[in-house]
């Protein structure tokens, strides 16, 4: 991959919880580090800072693919947003041929870690009680 050609995409998100607003941000940068285009936005009615973050980085990704941009690098400061998406990427249906229907009580074992950290956030009970 040519170095000239990756670009890094910086992407932050702010959250207010008693007015359920939320910003979000990207900086698309070249491989050296100059800015080449940047946007926000807002969102009402998100209900945690984890949804903030996950509204961010999928508004940044369509930015991305919608200004058809090639070789991009996200960075997120967010370790729960990071976990989320490398974690989810090892199970796929597709990929490991899931192929069966089921609904189950209770989340993914994997997922459940974050499911009672953002509950516990939101002052609920945790997803194992």
């Known amino acids: 991959m040519n170095k000239e050609k990756k670009k890094k995409i910086n992407v932050g998100a702010s959250w207010d919880g008693d007015s359920m607003i939320s910003g979000a941000a ?6 050296q580090g100059q800015v080449l285009s940047h946007s926000r936005r807002s969102y009402s009615g998100v209900r945690s800072f984890l949804k903030a ?18 070789c ?4 997120v400061s967010s370790k729960e947003v990071y976990e989320l998406i490398t974690k989810s990427l090892r199970a796929s249906v597709t990929r490991d041929l899931r192929l069966q229907f089921y609904v189950a009580s209770g989340g993914p074992c994997w997922l459940m870690a974050l499911i009672n950290l953002e509950a516990a956030a939101n002052g609920l009970s945790s997803a194992t009680d």
């Open 72 to 75: 991009v690098i996200f960075e």
């Open 53 to 70: 973050e996950l509204l961010a980085m999928s508004w940044a990704v369509e930015a991305v693919k919608n200004l058809r941009l090639n």
């Open 26 to 31: 990207w900086i698309n940068r070249n491989a």
